[in-house]
Structures are given as C-alpha cells and as structure tokens.
C-alpha cells in the first residue's frame, strides 16, 4: 500500500550546519586569543600624575618586563590605545570630561569612559587605601580588579595584571560562544521557518527532501523547491535556482517559491503559469542580469502520468523498479528559457510515462557540477547517472539515497560545494 506523506517539514542538508561553523570560529579565535597571552604584556598607565601612582618595575611570569605607558588624559589615552595593549590602569580619581568635580560622580564616570573606549580591553581600577567600597563598585561597573594606589608591589601588580587579562579575554569569549549559540538556535529557526511544508495531504506519494547551502554561513542559498497536491487530487512539484549566492537571490528564490504554490493553488499550470513566475522575478530581482531556472512537474491524480516543464533547467530522473533499478534523464528537448531572461517567451509541457512504480529525482546544477576529483572534470548528469546506478544497486533509497548522493558529491569535489544543492525525491509504490 502507498505511505501517505507525513505532514512535517523538511529538513535541509546541515552536515556543518551554521552552528558547528560558529563554534569552530570561535574556538579558533579563543585559541588565538589563549596564544597571545604568550606574547610580552604592555600596559597603558591613565593618570595624571604618572609619579603619584608610584607603579613598580614589572615583570610577567616569564619574568620578562612588562612595557607601561602613560597617559595624563582619556585624549592621550585614546591616541596611545593601539591594539598590542592588554591591560588598562585607570586611576579613579582621574577627572572625565564632560563631568562635574564631584568624587562620586567622577570616579564611576571616567571607569564608564574607558570600558566604552576600550571595551576589549581589561581594566584596573586604582583607588585609595583603604577604600574598598570604591574598588567593589568599579568591579561592579565593569572593571576586571581593583587596587590600592598607595600598597602597589611589582609581585602583586603583575600577577593582578595577567589575571585580569586572562578573565578578560575568558569572559570575552564565554560572551562570544554564549551569542554564538543563540545566533545558531535563532538561525535554525529561521532555516525551518524559510524551507517549504510541502502540501501532500492524501497523495500516495513519499517525499523526501535534501538541500544545502553553498555559502558555509549561510542559512539558505538560491535554490528552492515545494510540492504541493491539489483538490483534484493532481501532485504538483517544482525545483529552481536564482543565479547567484547572496542574500538577495535567497531571498527572491523563496519569493519565486511562495508565488508558485499560490498560483498552483490557483490553479494556474505549465506555460501560463511560468509566465506569472517571470513577471514576478522581473519586479523583485535586484538587477535586470539575475535569472532564475526551474523545472516543474504536475503529476496525474492516478500516478501514471506527468507534466514537465523547463526554463533552463536540468531534466529530471526517472526510477522504475527492478532487480537493479537504472535512472534514466526524462525528455528534455523542449526546455525552455530560463525566467527572466526572454520577455514573452513559451515553456512547453512534455508528457511523460510513469508506470505503475517509479521513483522521481528532482535537483539543481549544485549537485553535477562538482568536480569527480580535486582540479578534475565535473561531474556531471553522466556521472550523476552512474552514481545513482550504483548507490540504487547497493539498496539505499529515499532520505538515504538523497543524503548518500550529496555527500559523495561533496567527498569526490574534495572540498565543500561552492554551489547550493538542493535535490527532491518522489517515490510510488503500487
């Protein structure tokens, strides 16, 4: 019996996905940043009166010297601030600008100052002996530690000094991973949220779905498909690609996606409909150069026949059962143009043969123009037949047969697809 399709969304390729890119960034730039601390440490000194705080000779566990800079004022601070600095001594009795001569308001205003100066920057706070109520609230402000001007000793200020470095750089990037793993979880909603539900309620039909952006960050690429069934109990299936990989092109193929399971459902169908698609690419494409193919398919309510149209887009393949299944490429001579590239132009519908069993892979050019080998030729639709003759012949069918098939894809490029893949698969079984 026919496995009515679930209804539940389709899940994209993600075998490094934008979370797992995320977390290997930052682990690298913690590892980078973890390295630096190997490195001598310089310190910038604001103080008005350098001699006052009475710093000592500095050395860092290595026992190399630490480098000290003065500044008399945030303006030379900012001026000596470059980016070899680690660490920032901040006498709080230091005047901030634009604030009244008040020991309150100072104090807490010119800490203010500096963390928005320097905001990767640990920084120290210097205060009276004694006063450790001040020191607390600068912590609490945002200062890495505190001292007392007037006990400062090279052993407790270079150890002061590496340990608000390290917590620096440790909070920096337990923040970064923190808003990294949110930026995932809030991209993976998005992901779900742009990917079609395909509208198979009642179709004896299975439906399997693989899609992977080119881009390695990006959450969707150009390439889009859906699949929807009609009342009249018509399958209706389309795959496409905006040329393309920005922003923009993903954003016009979920456009192009969402018109054409409107006007499916409208009723519209073959020419007339690929018509309207055009005229929808061509008032919301970024620039007049950008196209768009598409292959689409509306599959009879007894399974045996199809429709297929192209606009430039590779022909599907057609599976019939058997003792080792062999894929062969549908009729594709009468592809048309692809959209927004002709004004006026016509996309005829060729017929096609299903049978009572068969299986029906839609893709996108990602998928044959990998290369077979690093610097090799690509891959091709011969490849592309070959390799699916084959992984038929060793079993894998659906979900596995599409998930086998991209990562040879990928493995044989040696290298991540530069190009989106998406590919869509239909099975019947009588």
Same mark, same amino acid.
């Given at each position: 019996?026919?496995? !009515?399709?679930?209804?539940?969304?389709?899940?994209?390729? $993600?075998?490094?996905?934008?979370?797992?890119?995320?977390?290997?960034?930052?682990?690298?730039?913690?590892?980078?940043?973890?390295?630096?601390?190997?490195?001598?440490?310089?310190?910038?000194?604001?103080?008005?009166?350098?001699?006052?705080?009475?710093? !000592?000779?500095?050395?860092?566990?290595?026992?190399?010297?630490?480098?000290?800079?003065?500044?008399?004022?945030?303006?030379?601070?900012?001026?000596?601030?470059?980016?070899?600095?680690?660490?920032?001594?901040?006498?709080?009795?230091?005047?901030?600008?634009?604030?009244?001569?008040?020991?309150?308001?100072?104090?807490?205003? *010119?800490?203010?100052?500096?963390?928005?100066?320097? !905001?990767?920057?640990?920084?120290?706070?210097?205060?009276?002996?004694?006063?450790?109520?001040?020191?607390?609230?600068?912590?609490?402000?945002?200062?890495?530690?505190?001292?007392?001007?007037?006990?400062?000793?090279?052993?407790?200020?270079?150890?002061?000094?590496?340990?608000?470095?390290?917590?620096?750089?440790?909070?920096?990037?337990?923040? +970064?991973?923190?808003?990294?793993?949110?930026?995932?979880?809030?991209?993976?909603?998005?992901?779900?949220?742009?990917?079609?539900?395909?509208?198979?309620?009642?179709?004896?039909?299975?439906?399997?779905?693989?899609?992977?952006?080119?881009?390695? +960050?990006?959450?969707?690429?150009?390439?889009?498909?859906?699949?929807?069934?009609?009342?009249?109990?018509?399958?209706?299936?389309?795959?496409?690609?905006?040329?393309?990989?920005?922003?923009?092109?993903?954003?016009?193929?979920?456009?192009?996606?969402?018109?054409?399971?409107?006007?499916?459902?409208?009723?519209?169908?073959?020419?007339?409909?690929?018509?309207?698609?055009?005229?929808?690419?061509?008032?919301?494409?970024?620039?007049?150069?950008?196209? $768009?193919?598409?292959?689409?398919?509306?599959?009879?309510?007894?399974? +045996?026949?199809?429709?297929?149209?192209?606009?430039?887009?590779?022909?599907?393949?057609?599976?019939?059962?058997?003792?080792? !299944?062999?894929?062969?490429?549908?009729?594709?001579?009468?592809?048309?143009?692809?959209?927004?590239?002709?004004?006026?132009?016509?996309?005829?519908?060729?017929?096609?043969?299903?049978?009572?069993?068969?299986?029906?892979?839609?893709?996108?050019?990602?998928?044959?123009?990998?290369?077979?080998?690093?610097?090799?030729?690509?891959?091709?639709?011969?490849?592309?037949?070959?390799?699916?003759?084959?992984?038929?012949?060793?079993?894998?069918?659906?979900?596995?047969?599409?998930?086998?098939?991209?990562?040879?894809?990928?493995?044989?490029?040696?290298?991540?697809?530069?190009?989106?893949?998406?590919? *869509?698969?239909?099975?019947?079984?009588?």
């Amino acid at each position: 019996m026919p496995v !009515p399709v679930p209804r539940q969304r389709a899940v994209p390729a $993600a075998e490094c996905g934008p979370a797992q890119v995320s977390a290997v960034a930052l682990t690298e730039e913690v590892r980078r940043d973890t390295a630096a601390l190997g490195a001598a440490l310089t310190v910038l000194l604001v103080e008005d009166d350098p001699s006052g705080a009475l710093v !000592p000779e500095l050395r860092d566990s290595a026992g190399r010297p630490i480098r000290v800079r003065t500044a008399r004022n945030l303006t030379e601070a900012g001026r000596l601030l470059t980016p070899d600095v680690h660490c920032i001594l901040l006498d709080l009795a230091l005047p901030a600008a634009g604030c009244a001569d008040t020991e309150d308001g100072t104090e807490l205003a *010119v800490l203010r100052q500096v963390l928005e100066l320097a !905001p990767r920057h640990a920084v120290i706070a210097l205060t009276a002996s004694g006063d450790a109520e001040r020191g607390a609230e600068a912590v609490r402000v945002g200062a890495q530690d505190y001292l007392f001007r007037d006990e400062l000793d090279s052993r407790l200020l270079s150890r002061a000094i590496r340990y608000a470095v390290e917590r620096k750089r440790s909070d920096t990037a337990e923040r +970064r991973l923190a808003e990294g793993r949110l930026r995932a979880q809030e991209n993976r909603r998005l992901e779900r949220g742009l990917l079609p539900t395909p509208l198979l309620e009642g179709a004896a039909l299975r439906f399997a779905a693989r899609y992977r952006p080119g881009r390695s +960050r990006a959450l969707l690429g150009g390439d889009f498909y859906d699949a929807v069934r009609t009342p009249d109990g018509t399958v209706h299936a389309m795959i496409g690609d905006v040329c393309g990989h920005g922003p923009d092109e993903a954003a016009l193929g979920v456009e192009l996606r969402i018109a054409w399971r409107a006007l499916t459902l409208a009723g519209l169908c073959g020419d007339q409909l690929l018509g309207t698609l055009q005229e929808v690419l061509e008032h919301e494409r970024s620039d007049e150069e950008i196209f $768009a193919t598409l292959c689409t398919v509306d599959i009879a309510p007894d399974g +045996r026949r199809a429709g297929l149209c192209l606009a430039g887009h590779p022909a599907p393949l057609l599976i019939r059962p058997g003792a080792t !299944p062999v894929p062969r490429l549908l009729p594709f001579d009468n592809n048309g143009p692809a959209l927004g590239l002709l004004p006026g132009a016509r996309w005829p519908r060729t017929q096609v043969e299903l049978g009572a069993e068969w299986s029906l892979m839609l893709y996108t050019d990602g998928l044959i123009e990998g290369r077979t080998s690093p610097g090799g030729p690509r891959l091709g639709q011969d490849g592309m037949l070959d390799m699916i003759h084959r992984q038929l012949s060793e079993g894998l069918r659906g979900e596995e047969l599409l998930r086998a098939a991209v990562s040879e894809v990928r493995h044989l490029n040696g290298d991540e697809l530069t190009d989106d893949v998406a590919v *869509v698969l239909l099975d019947r079984v009588a």
